[in-house]
């Protein structure tokens, strides 16, 4: 159930048709590798990275699956950053294959100047219906504006919970959700998760009948602008929408349309 090679190379690249002897664009180069047909895995050990015959990086050892499944877990590149705020940063993750229809991925970004944030995301399919979820937490200082004089907040937990869902209910009507929610106004863009200025929340149904469209759904908003410009946005309780169509030359040589629209939002205070 294995393969035993001594320095072999690896290349996707296929050998240049003016000079088959001339390095490939890029390859791996190793003393020792090991293909284990078992576990489906690739194993190199002293490997060079080589770009045009040129070596550029070494490692002791590196694997990877060998492509005859489509699922299998690990850890996954990692990523290095630098930001002003945070300052460098690495970010480490593993992909666990539960099963076909579901995986879950986990990690941490360590940034040198706060304290690390823990990653997780689950997805999962079902015949009819997928979800997914994506979330984040660490502790940590911000600086939040009380009665107009800037304030530290020592030690807080923040995170985001962002989650997407959409079932095929049958052949006419589909529903599905979106949730979107932060701790804070500064935690998603301290942490280059997310830039959007309002996160939208959502629970919705739609019908398809032929030419017929009909939708309701309920939507619930966090402003999350970091200026004197953030207001409460109003909560759309609810809104529904419904579009009907004839068919063509089924009234005196045309068709006939109809559209019905109601909306109510429900806001508190001095909100938007």
């Not at 694997?63 to 945070?86: C, I, M, R």
């Not at 994506?134 to 200082?141: H, R």
């Not at 997310?194 to 929340?201: H, I, M």
């Amino acid at each position: 159930t294995k393969i035993e090679l001594r320095r072999a190379s690896y290349t996707p690249c296929e050998p240049c048709r003016e000079d088959p002897s001339s390095p490939p664009l890029w390859q791996l180069r190793a003393d020792k590798v090991v293909h284990d047909e078992a576990e489906k895995k690739i194993v190199y050990r002293d490997a060079w990275f080589e770009f045009a015959g040129v070596p550029l990086a070494y490692t002791p050892y590196f694997a990877h699956p060998d492509g005859s499944e489509n699922q299998k877990s690990g850890l996954l590149t990692p990523t290095v950053g630098f930001d002003s705020e945070l300052g460098p940063s690495y970010q480490q993750e593993y992909y666990y294959a539960i099963a076909p229809d579901k995986d879950l991925t986990i990690g941490a970004v360590i940034p040198t100047n706060v304290n690390p944030v823990a990653l997780a995301e689950y997805r999962q399919r079902f015949e009819d219906a997928k979800f997914q979820i994506n979330a984040s937490g660490t502790s940590s200082d911000r600086i939040d504006s009380v009665a107009g004089e800037n304030v530290t907040v020592s030690d807080e937990a923040r995170g985001h919970l962002f989650a997407d869902g959409q079932w095929d209910m049958n052949e006419k009507w589909r529903s599905g959700m979106r949730v979107a929610v932060a701790s804070d106004d500064q935690y998603l863009r301290q942490y280059n998760i997310d830039s959007d200025d309002v996160l939208e929340n959502e629970v919705y149904a739609e019908r398809f009948s032929g030419r017929n469209y009909m939708v309701g759904r309920a939507m619930a908003f966090q402003d999350v602008r970091v200026s004197t410009r953030q207001v409460d946005q109003p909560a759309v309780l609810p809104e529904v929408s419904a579009s009907f169509y004839g068919d063509p030359n089924g009234l005196l040589g045309g068709r006939w349309n109809a559209v019905m629209s109601a909306l109510g939002v429900s806001r508190d205070g001095n909100g938007q």
